[in-house]
């Protein structure tokens, strides 16, 4: 239900995944982690950062199940975080 809304999120970079056209990164807080992609230069692991993102859900059949997952397409880096 949360899918297209506007969310602020403040962690801690864990992972990168670079595309052709964009590139990727897993964000830690204390509630657990969510991938962000980004058309943008991607954080650093280990940075501190605090974005602006829209929820998305993408659905992915497998094996007669449909797994899927929610990420977030930044919208904004906020200022950083040191």
Avoid: C, M
Avoid at 4 to 20: E, I, Q, W
Avoid at 75 to 81: A, D, K, R, V
């Amino acid at each position: 239900k949360k899918t297209g809304k506007s969310v602020y999120l403040t962690g801690k970079v864990v992972h990168l995944a670079p595309f052709v056209d964009n590139a990727a990164y897993q964000v830690e807080d204390a509630t657990g982690k969510i991938w962000v992609v980004t058309r943008r230069t991607p954080p650093e692991i280990g940075q501190q950062i605090n974005i602006k993102g829209k929820v998305e859900y993408q659905s992915l059949p497998f094996a007669e199940q449909v797994l899927g997952d929610f990420y977030l397409v930044e919208l904004e880096q906020l200022e950083s975080l040191e």
